[in-house]
């Protein structure tokens, strides 16, 4: 229950929230083949090991209405085997040479990866240039994954807990934007959709122009880009993609609504403010808002409604940062009979007291130390050092940003949190949702 908001995040595998940077400078090399692709390359030879991964500038506000759930279908789908790689024979290949491989979907990106000992690096990158040069996308394929896609969505949306709570969020916080679908999609538009649709949404998303070829571990760099230009160099370049740029009006009276799951039997209140881009100032600013209210037993609000008042089983704040736009949620259940209205009461209380005063300077300290560890435990992997390179060019426009996140960290005063709250976090900007358990017949 602790990581509530943890689990709403997962689509495919891994938390779909962008990583962060170590302390120490990560040093790299990049460049882009004719053929539009970007590569990044990291050495570190401390251990034998190297990550290499691609991530692909779509997601699911890449999707359009009635045909929505393709960017997390091929999260699956090209999972399933190339011109070279017969079906099912990805994973077993991998397996075979001692690494592992995953991807995952957001709203904004796809991040496919592999992890190897060092001498398998040419595997890697066999691996995903298939994968991006001539998957087999065919109705068998296609079926496969539906169902497969089906299952998943059962049991981590329509069949868990709260397993839905933020898709309801998003399709009220976002009226126009295609943030207001749900990543995974509906089931009726993956079941209506042909296959030359399948083909045409790879053909237009999955080209070099559009991704990022991320490299970290022990390798040498000039044997690495050797074997990058080899590899990868021979695909076609594809058609520029465009990422849509939808905005939003602002929201100027307080939405509040309701919903219910059949799943819960404690209701959950929850509110959810618009927020700006996860490539602003602001965004970091609410990220510590957000620690300073609810990350760890001594915040503000759990030692005040879970610990001394008993008023709450779990109460959180959250900064759900995506590229366009972000959500800033606070959320809360309820221990025994407090009403939610006394929970909405009390973090409200909390909020209004960061838009009003300043926080102490002994908080800010410990809230920057907060995100020091965090910056720091977030590369310790080949894995992390890489995805955290290509969110830095993917959305920052600054592979470099790895090296610059803690001193922006560093420099945010007590004086631009209370701006910022003040900014942002106004009951007249938000929606407040009661979740609540479904009643018979409803």
Not at 127 to 146: A, D, F
Not at 147 to 165: I, Q, T
Request: no cysteine.
């Amino acid at each position: 229950m602790l990581k509530i908001f943890r689990l709403f995040l997962l689509s495919g595998a891994v938390i779909a929230v962008a990583g962060s940077a170590q302390a120490q400078n990560v040093k790299f090399t990049e460049y882009n083949l004719p053929n539009g692709l970007h590569v990044i390359l990291h050495e570190d030879n401390t251990n034998p090991v190297v990550a290499v991964t691609v991530m692909y500038h779509v997601g699911s506000k890449n999707e359009v209405d009635g045909r929505t759930g393709f960017a997390h279908f091929f999260e699956h789908l090209l999972f399933e085997g190339s011109k070279n790689i017969g079906r099912g024979e990805f994973m077993k290949i991998v397996a075979s040479h001692g690494g592992n491989y995953n991807a995952n979907t957001t709203q904004d990106r796809t991040f496919y990866f592999e992890s190897f000992p060092s001498n398998e690096l040419e595997l890697g990158l066999w691996l995903e240039s298939e994968r991006m040069m001539h998957p087999v996308i065919n109705e068998i394929g296609v079926k496969t994954q539906n169902e497969v896609v089906k299952e998943e969505k059962r049991m981590r949306m329509d069949n868990a807990p709260y397993g839905n709570l933020v898709n309801v969020v998003f399709d009220k916080l976002f009226t126009n934007h295609p943030y207001h679908r749900s990543v995974i999609g509906t089931m009726e538009d993956l079941d209506a959709a042909r296959l030359p649709e399948f083909q045409a949404f790879f053909k237009k998303y999955y080209a070099p122009g559009n991704a990022v070829l991320t490299i970290a571990g022990d390798i040498d760099i000039a044997k690495t880009k050797q074997l990058v230009a080899a590899y990868f160099g021979p695909i076609p370049k594809g058609q520029p993609v465009v990422q849509p740029n939808v905005k939003e009006a602002p929201i100027t009276k307080e939405i509040v609504d309701t919903a219910y799951d059949a799943n819960i039997q404690i209701p959950a209140i929850l509110t959810a403010y618009r927020t700006p881009g996860e490539n602003t100032r602001d965004a970091r600013v609410l990220e510590l808002i957000a620690n300073y209210l609810s990350n760890g037993a001594s915040s503000k609000l759990a030692r005040k409604m879970v610990d001394e008042k008993k008023e709450a089983l779990v109460v959180q704040a959250f900064n759900y940062a995506l590229e366009d736009y972000g959500a800033y949620l606070t959320f809360a259940l309820p221990n025994g009979a407090t009403p939610l209205d006394t929970l909405l009461h009390e973090m409200d209380v909390e909020i209004a007291k960061v838009r009003t005063d300043l926080i102490s300077e002994k908080d800010l300290e410990k809230l920057k130390n907060q995100v020091e560890n965090n910056l720091v435990a977030a590369n310790q992997s080949m894995l992390g050092v890489a995805e955290n390179l290509a969110n830095g060019y993917t959305f920052f426009k600054n592979t470099n940003y790895i090296n610059e996140e803690l001193k922006l960290y560093k420099s945010i005063t007590r004086e631009q949190i209370r701006e910022v709250a003040r900014k942002y976090l106004d009951p007249n900007s938000r929606l407040v949702l009661y979740y609540l358990p479904k009643a018979q017949g409803k």
